[in-house]
Structures are given as C-alpha cells and as structure tokens.
C-alpha cells in the first residue's frame, strides 16, 4: 500500500512539473516574439523619423525665406498667445458612474 501510494504521489508530482515546464516554455516563445515585434517597431518608428526629417528639409528648402519667416512668426506667436494649463496628476482618470 505505501509503495502504491508513494508511486501516486509521484505521478502527480511529475504531471505537475511536466505541466510547468511546458508553460516557462510558453512564456518563454512569447518574450521571443514581444521581443521581435519590439525591434522591428523601433525601426519602423526610426524610418518614419527619418522620412519625416528628409520631408522637412525639403518643405524648408523649398520655401522662399519671406514665406519661411511668415510661418515661423505665425508658429512663435501661437505658442506666446497660449495661457499656462495646470498640469494633471499622474494617475488614472477616474471611472465615469453611468447613471
């Protein structure tokens, strides 16, 4: 009876590690992916960057300089003419109660 049972308790102890190990192996496979899809997006953002740059460099060089001047004024002026605005604390906006 005792080696029986000792032979049961092991099985079960065995299906659970069993069970574990195929989900670190899980876990394991989708950090690869996340860690993939990571690199890749960081360089689609740094090629995006980059055509943005290129696009602006030839927007700017395009322009004549009065046209350039004028849009930059008009870019100064809405930043002075904008009030100060409280800044928000860090959190999590609260949850809307429906009614």
């Known amino acids: 009876m005792g080696g029986t049972g000792a032979a ?7 299906s659970r590690a069993r069970v574990q ?3 670190a192996a899980n876990l394991k496979v989708i950090a690869d992916n996340l860690l ?7 360089g689609v953002i740094a ?3 980059e055509y943005i ?3 602006e460099k030839t ?6 300089a ?3 001047a004028n849009r930059l004024s008009l870019l100064f002026s809405s930043v002075r003419s904008r009030e100060a605005s409280t800044v928000l ?3 999590r906006p609260a949850k809307a109660t429906r009614p």
Do not use: C, N
């Open 8 to 14: 049961l308790v092991m099985g079960f102890l065995y």
């Open 21 to 23: 190990a195929a989900q």
């Open 36 to 42: 993939a899809a990571t690199k890749a997006q960081r």
């Open 47 to 49: 090629d995006e960057e």
């Open 53 to 55: 740059r290129d696009l």
């Open 59 to 64: 927007v700017i060089g395009s322009l004549p």
């Open 66 to 68: 009065g046209q350039l």
């Open 89 to 91: 604390p860090a959190g």
